[in-house]
């Protein structure tokens, strides 16, 4: 993965030259690991004007939660534990002949970033925007590989937990096990935050879980998400307790999941955000619930769970192929509950079948 790095490094470096930076400083993590390939909490990465350098509070761990460093970059240590990197980045780029330094200022707070003019003021600071974040949106077949590998682990514990007696259970409870059962399965942890939510919690799309237990007749909708070498995936799912789901369980399920469906079949290169958005979006609101919809229909998923491209009616772009997103529509019924499927998918083209359906976990509506 060295030349991957390097070559990542290398598009970033002539974009900024273009821009007329001699360096640039990248300080937003998930952005220092998709430069330099892993790197200790608090590190950040120089390019240029010389070689590329990581300034590291602590030594690499090499521990796959934070990845493994480039070999061909040059390591720095901090002296101080406690010296802020930036700034010692904006003395090192200063000593090394750069007139101006582009910086990720939406990653910076004030006070970092007057600190970094005062530790060198003949350094111009220059903003390099969400440039690399850009440049993370299309993943590589091994990034890829990665994300698929971290929904397979997400399916496992998934299914494991169907296997599972749920009712009496707390939705904590669940999430718990849920979490470490993606651990078991090889996972570097979750990827976010586990949801697990019962009865009138069902649906909601950030629920917290909570001491209320499982009872007969709910819906449960759980949303996890497995993280392997820094890739995040996530799924959703909505099943209902007991023997059989009630009349108003049924069509609620059908059109969120016939909603699902169209958002998916929309995904294919070219196709604006807005639009796989609109197609997601439309069936639900033709029902009725529109009001109480999420803001957006999907996200790009990677090292972040929530990176771009945002799939959203105001979002603007066009989808690439190669591009991860996830599609999850949901509807929520104040009191009563409701459903959410959420999918991770690969943006293909037609002549290779397609989306690429990451998540296999089934979208039947289960009575568990």
Known sequence: MSEVHAVRRGLLRDR???AGSAAALVS???NVRYLAGGAPPGAVLLLGPGEDVLLCPRAPSGE??????????????????DEDPVVAAAGLAASAGADSLAVEE???????????GKAAPRLRLADLGFTVEQQRIVKDEEEIGCLRIAAEITDQALGELLESILVGRTERHLALELERRLVDHGADG???????????????????????????????????GA??????CEIGRTFVIGTAPAEWQIELYDLVFAAQRAGREALAPGAAYRDVDRAARYPLESAGHGEGLQPRTGHG??????????????AMGKLDACVPVTVEPGVHL??????????????????????????????????L
């Open 16 to 18: 900024c030259a273009a």
């Open 28 to 30: 937003r993590p998930a």
């Open 64 to 81: 796959p939660a934070n990845g493994r460093p480039d070999e061909a970059l040059r390591i720095d240590l901090l002296p101080v534990p």
């Open 106 to 116: 939406h990653d910076l707070s004030v006070a970092r970033h007057r600190a970094m």
């Open 190 to 224: 979750p990827a976010f935050a586990t949801s697990v939510a019962t009865g009138p919690n069902s649906g909601q799309g950030r629920h917290r879980p909570s001491d209320r237990r499982v009872e007969e007749g709910d819906f449960l909708s759980v949303r996890l």
């Open 227 to 232: 993280s392997y070498r820094g890739y995040r």
């Open 301 to 314: 998923v990677g090292l972040e769970i929530e990176e771009d491209p945002q799939l959203a009616p105001t």
């Open 334 to 367: 104040p009191g009563r509950g409701g459903v959410r499927i959420d999918d991770t998918l690969v943006v293909r083209p037609e002549a290779d079948g397609g989306p690429e359906l990451l998540t296999m976990t089934t979208k039947e509506l289960l009575a």
